[in-house]
């Protein structure tokens, strides 16, 4: 394509479009206050996991769309970059304690397999069969599609993969404002000038939702979701599988040894403190599911704010004012939805028809909600 792209916020989703526009032929540079990959990117669990996590109707579409792309969207990184994002592929158990726990897993499993996944019911003794460490269950569901990814790996093979296409990015800067008027982008203003542009992308996660210079009309309310995590340091396949209890309560080993423990879910700001309250939650629910972890040792703790928006589902496609696009408010899910945001969103920049229906996803619809509302 021809044009010249400005992305704001370097996370995995600003990273990944910035990629597939690069490799279309854009010339694209990104623009970055923090650190490419180090916000909600790093600080994700890595789940790739639309059945566990319970979603349904356009939106599990979008994601089981983003989970088939993944294997070859990690290779792709690995042959560009020698990086391995570690992607596992074990699946993930879904642990029931009660009837309606029970009722849950079932029916996702279910829905699983009219997809064509495999996914199946495990007794008790299978459970703990397969995973010693955890404390009697009902039952549980195998969902053997899902997986997961370390996003740290996946933030930095993304950042190579675009500076290897020639991406300039500038990060660490002071500040970003949107340069635009009522009716279309002109570029963006920079603590280091102005650096025009006829496409500017809002890729700035939390922050999109405050990004300056946005002209009302065209704002969309996201907000910080803040989560907790930490990980323990485990001896090699403790725990092999992602263990997804409800709740939000997860246990995802890394091959780095790591079991990282997650996650809180508060609103409270741009606070990214990790606190007694949330560390002491983490591991009681933590040693609940899993009493076999408990002599393993603390290693980690941190937390990160997920781009939150008012009915949890994300901005994609063009903004109310020309030349403006939005990729963000990716809440639980951004790292998923990362290979299928990358396509969409590029497809929408070059005026191609969608191959996924976006309109559930349309930032317009930020607009129709003030209407409604004012
Ligand atoms: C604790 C936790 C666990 C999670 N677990 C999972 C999971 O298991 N699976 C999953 O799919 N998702 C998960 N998520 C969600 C996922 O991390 C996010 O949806 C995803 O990372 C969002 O990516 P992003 O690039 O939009 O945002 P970010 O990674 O936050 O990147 C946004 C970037 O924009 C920059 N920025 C902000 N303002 C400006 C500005 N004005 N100018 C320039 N740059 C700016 C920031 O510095 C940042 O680098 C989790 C999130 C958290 C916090």
Known sequence: ME??????GAGLIGLALARELAQRGASV??????????????AAAGMLAPSSEGLDGAFYELCLASLERYPAFAAALHEETGLDVHLRREGFISPAYDDAGLAFVERRAAEARERGFHARMLTTAQTLQLEPALAPVRAAALFEHEASVDNRRLGRALRAAVER??????????????AATHRRVNGVETAS?????????????AWAGSLEGVPELARVPVEPVKGQMLALGMPANLVRHTI???????????DDGRLIVGATGERVGFDTRVTA???????????RVAPGLKDLALVETWAGLRPGTPDSL???????????FLA?????NGVLLTPITAEVVADAIEGRAPRIPLAPFSPERARAASNVAS
């Not at 997804?244 to 995802?252: E, F, K, N, Q, S």
């Not at 994300?314 to 403006?324: D, H, K």
């Open 165 to 178: 296409l020639g991406v300039r990015i500038d990060e660490g800067l002071p500040w970003v404002r949107l």
């Open 314 to 324: 994300p901005y994609l496609g063009p903004g109310a004012i020309e030349g403006y």
């Open 244 to 254: 997804y209890a409800r709740h939000g309560t997860y246990l995802v080993p890394r």
């Open 3 to 8: 044009g010249d792209v400005v992305i704001i």
């Open 29 to 42: 540079r990104m623009l970055e206050t923090g650190e490419p990959g180090h916000a909600a990117s790093w």
């Open 277 to 287: 309250a949330g560390v002491q939650r983490l591991l009681e629910r933590a040693l």
């Open 193 to 205: 000038g102005f650096v025009p542009a006829s496409i500017v992308v809002n890729a700035a996660g």
């Open 328 to 332: 963000t408010g990716h809440l639980r």
